[in-house]
Each structure stands twice: as C-alpha cells, then as structure tokens.
C-alpha cells in the first residue's frame, strides 16, 4: 500500500548543489506529511526535513539555511533543494510519507548522496 520512488542522488564536489524528488503513488498524498530521512554509514536514520500538509517546514538543525524541502500535490511529489553540501551530508537519502491521522507510514528505497572531492 502506497509507494514513494526517489531520484536525484548521485556524487557531488563539497559546495556544490543536488536536488532530490520523491514521487508518490498509491496513496491521498495531499493529506500526508512527507519528509526526507539520511542515514549515514554506521549511523542511525535521521530527520532531514518534513513538510505538513498545511506546508509547515521541520529541518534538523545542521540542515537549515541550506536545504529547502518543497512539495507539489498535483504531482504528488516531494522535493529537497540541497545547496553548499558538506561531506558530513553524505548518506542514503529516504523519502517518507506519514498519514496525518491514521496509522499509516510510508518509506522510499533510498537514493545515494556522497560529497566528495
């Protein structure tokens, strides 16, 4: 039930800019929040960014000012804006879509990020 398939990962040079979409199908996505996680090698998954279905924006701290998270519900689709990259960003990147309330979560396969010189 429900599927989200991300794109847009790939190998980038420090300061440098990716863009990630996430297209969702088999699911309502306007009434879902849907956000992007990382997890990095040897590490937990983590918060990236989420964004409401009223376009309230959460972004973990060591991402603001330099990711935007965007999303476009006639095309069910959930987008990241990352500029300045860092190496520390470098991680599987997953899109996830979250029922606002029902119990139904929803996470992509992932696409690569690496930040690297």
């Known amino acids: 039930q429900g599927q989200l398939v991300e794109s847009g990962g790939g190998l980038v040079q420090p300061g440098g800019s990716l863009r990630l979409s996430c297209v969702a199908s088999?699911?309502?996505?306007?009434?879902?929040?849907v956000g992007w996680y990382r997890q990095a090698p040897g590490k937990q998954r983590e918060l990236v960014a989420t964004?409401?279905?009223?376009?309230?924006?959460n972004y973990a701290d060591s991402v603001k000012g330099r990711f935007t998270i965007t999303r476009d519900n006639a095309k069910n689709t959930v987008s990241l804006q990352m500029n300045n990259l860092k190496p520390e960003d470098t991680a599987v990147y997953y899109c996830n879509a979250d029922h606002e309330w029902q119990n139904h979560n929803v996470w992509g396969q992932g696409t690569q990020v690496t930040v690297s010189s």
């Open positions: 088999r699911i309502i996505f306007s009434i879902y929040t």
């Open positions: 964004i409401s279905s009223g376009r309230s924006t």
